[in-house]
C-alpha cells in the first residue's frame, strides 16, 4: 500500500504516511471482488418429510454401587437401600484384617419389602419403622419409643421362661403389625446396626444387643458354655464373661432384617478354616455360628504364679474359625475377673 500524497509505501494498517503526515483514506469493508467465488454451489432444501439423520446415543456410564457390608447394589443412591450403609465412604480395613463396619447417616432409609425403616440421629439412634399392612416385627418391650394408636401389639411367648428369668432375660417378645409407625431405642449411645439376612443364613447375637427383627427372621437361644466360678471366704459365685445365654436369628426361608444396638463403632474379621482370635468377652457383638468359642488364661511370668491371682492373669475368649466375629470398641468390666478363680469352662492357658 503506498501513500496518495507522496507515494511513500505504508502499511494496510496505518492510519497517517509516515512520509509526509497525510491521513490514510480507510479500505472499504469486507473482503475483496476477487475472494468472492462467481459461482457457488446450492444446497437444495430437504424435503418436508424428512427428518435429519439421528447419531447414535452415547454409551451411559453405569452407576452401580455394590454395598461393601451387604452386597447389595443399588444405582444412583448415597445409602444401601437394603442396609442403610453410606455408599460414597470406601470400605475401611485395618492392617490387622478388621473392616469397620460403615456407619449410616441421620435419616438414612431402609426398605424392607413394603415397609420401610429410617435412622434417625447419630449419639443415640432410633429405629422409624413404617410398617405397611399386614407386614409385622418383634422386639423386647423396653425399647419401644413410641407408636401410632392403630398399630396391633401382642405377646411372643419363649421356650424355657425359668431359665430366661434365672438368665435376667426377657420371658416374651413383643410383636407389632401394621399399617402403622413404630420407633424403637436403646436409650444408650452407639451404633445402631442393620444386619441383613438372606434365606438359610444365621447370626448368633451376645444378649441384651438386639433391639428389633422382622417377623421372617426365626428366634432362639442357646447356653453359651462360657462361665467361672471365683470364692472369696466361703462363698462361690458363677459368672458369665458373655451372658449365660447367646441370640440366634435365623431366616429360614425369605429375606429379613435384624437390627442391633452397639456401644463406639463396631469391627468385624473374617476368620479361616482353624483360625484363632482372642477378644475381651463383654467386646463381642455377634459371630456366625460356625466360629466356636471357649475361654483362655493368659500368665504374665511375674513371681506371682498362683493361679487364681488377679495379678498375673488376663481373661479372653478365644474365637476358632472359620466365620466372621464382630466386637464393638466399647465394653463392660468383666465380673469377676478379679478374683481368686476356684473352677471354670473348658479354657486353655498359657504361661509367659
Not at 212 to 223: N, Q
Request: hydrophobic content about 40%; proline content about 9%.
Amino acid at each position: 500500500m503506498f501513500c496518495t500524497q507522496c507515494g511513500t509505501p505504508i502499511l494496510e494498517t496505518a492510519r497517517f504516511c509516515v512520509g509526509c503526515g497525510a491521513r490514510v483514506a480507510a479500505a472499504a469493508a469486507g473482503p475483496s471482488i476477487a475472494a468472492i467465488p462467481t459461482s457457488a454451489p446450492v444446497v437444495p432444501p430437504m424435503p418436508s418429510n424428512e427428518q435429519p439423520p439421528v447419531r447414535p446415543a452415547a454409551a451411559k456410564h453405569s452407576t452401580e454401587v455394590k454395598c461393601s457390608w451387604c452386597g447389595g447394589v443399588s444405582e444412583g443412591a448415597l445409602s444401601c437401600p437394603r442396609c442403610g450403609a453410606a455408599l460414597d465412604a470406601p470400605e475401611e480395613t485395618s492392617e490387622s484384617g478388621w473392616i469397620e463396619v460403615p456407619g449410616r447417616k441421620d435419616m438414612a432409609k431402609i426398605q424392607l419389602g413394603n415397609s420401610s425403616c429410617q435412622i434417625e440421629g447419630v449419639y443415640v439412634p432410633v429405629a422409624d419403622l413404617n410398617l405397611a399392612a399386614g407386614d409385622s416385627i418383634y422386639f423386647t418391650h423396653h425399647v419401644l419409643l413410641w407408636k401410632d394408636p392403630q398399630i396391633s401389639i401382642t405377646a411372643m411367648p419363649m421356650r424355657g421362661a425359668w431359665k430366661r428369668m434365672f438368665a435376667g432375660l426377657p420371658l416374651v417378645m413383643t410383636q407389632a403389625t401394621g399399617p402403622g409407625r413404630i420407633a424403637f431405642s436403646r436409650d444408650d449411645p452407639g451404633e445402631l446396626m442393620p444386619v441383613p439376612l438372606q434365606p438359610g443364613d444365621a447370626i448368633d447375637v451376645r444378649e441384651h444387643l438386639f433391639l428389633v427383627a422382622t417377623s421372617s427372621i426365626e428366634y432362639d437361644w442357646f447356653p453359651t458354655n462360657v462361665w467361672l466360678k471365683t470364692q472369696q471366704g466361703n462363698e462361690t459365685e458363677t459368672h458369665y464373661p458373655i451372658g449365660m445365654f447367646m441370640d440366634r436369628f435365623t431366616a429360614p426361608q425369605v429375606p429379613g432384617m435384624l437390627l442391633l444396638h452397639a456401644a463406639g463403632n463396631v469391627f468385624v474379621r473374617q476368620l479361616g478354616d482353624g483360625e484363632t482370635i482372642l477378644v475381651k468377652p463383654t467386646a463381642l457383638v455377634f459371630k456366625d455360628p460356625t466360629v466356636e468359642m471357649h475361654l483362655h488364661f493368659e500368665h504374665p511370668g511375674t513371681i506371682f504364679q498362683g493361679w487364681g491371682s488377679w495379678t498375673n492373669r488376663y481373661l479372653w475368649l478365644r474365637m476358632i474359625g472359620p466365620g466372621r466375629v464382630a466386637i464393638q470398641s466399647v465394653f463392660e468390666r468383666i465380673e469377676g475377673e478379679t478374683r481368686n478363680l476356684s473352677a471354670c469352662s473348658y479354657a486353655t492357658e498359657q504361661r509367659w
